[in-house]
């Protein structure tokens, strides 16, 4: 674990070591065992995201040694550590660019609902704020349903709009909370989207959106959202 330290110089080195003999599932295994421990867990998930950002390969392996389910549960016992949770849900978002690891973090583990509870705690800390948005806003199709669901139990569509609300000058953090947005309201039935919608409205979300495309016209991402906004008439986020 002492790896992720300041002064590793050769990470590429430090990569090929872990992985060359066989330290992926270590890694996790001392996690699990030492889950209480956030001197353990916080150090072990930045090792995995070093691994995650040098080579593309390591997604598979920290996945298919349950490293998603691993992450998740050394994040559910220290929420308030933020850098903790910071690298956590980094080290998810690139994990979520795969299929399998998005079944087990939206379906299996309901990582949707400790992300939003973190999100509650660590509502003033824009870069927290980025990353986890930025985490959610990778749901693929198959998993927004999971998505929506938990948005609406745990009041997300509200605490995102508010954080929206908190950083309008961040790029980021206003291009992941307008796909979030999106992608929660795209998953409710059919039946459900009016009243969420006319809620978002309520809370402002639709001038929200207006606001971030005159202040951000380059963000392909914003203007994607506003379009599905516009053709809405009216309504907040489609």
Avoid: Y
């Avoid at 867990?41 to 995650?52: E, K």
């Avoid at 929206?164 to 790029?171: D, G, N, Q, R, Y």
């Amino acid at each position: 674990l002492h790896m992720t330290a300041q002064d590793v110089a050769d990470l590429e080195v430090m990569c090929t070591g872990v992985v060359r003999e066989n330290g992926v599932p270590q890694l996790i295994q001392a996690m699990r065992v030492f889950d209480a421990d956030a001197g353990v867990g916080r150090p072990a998930i930045a090792v995995l995201l070093n691994l995650i950002t040098f080579h593309h390969s390591n997604i598979t392996r920290i996945g298919n040694a349950s490293g998603v389910q691993a992450i998740c549960a050394v994040w559910r016992l220290h929420e308030d550590d933020a850098d903790l949770v910071r690298t956590a849900a980094h080290a998810l978002s690139l994990l979520l660019t795969l299929a399998e690891p998005q079944r087990d973090f939206f379906e299996s583990g309901h990582g949707q609902a400790l992300a939003l509870s973190s999100l509650k705690i660590h509502k003033k800390d824009a870069d927290m704020c980025k990353e986890i948005l930025g985490m959610l806003a990778r749901c693929l199709p198959a998993h927004t349903q999971a998505l929506s669901q938990t948005m609406v139990t745990s009041k997300g569509f509200s605490l995102v709009v508010a954080i929206m609300k908190s950083f309008p000058e961040v790029l980021p953090v206003q291009e992941h909370a307008s796909s979030v947005l999106s992608i929660a309201v795209t998953g409710l039935p059919k039946a459900g989207r009016g009243p969420q919608l006319a809620h978002l409205k309520r809370l402002g979300a639709d001038k929200l959106l207006m606001q971030a495309h005159k202040r951000f016209p380059e963000s392909q991402t914003i203007t994607r959202v506003n379009n599905k906004n516009q053709k809405a008439a009216g309504c907040a986020v489609c």
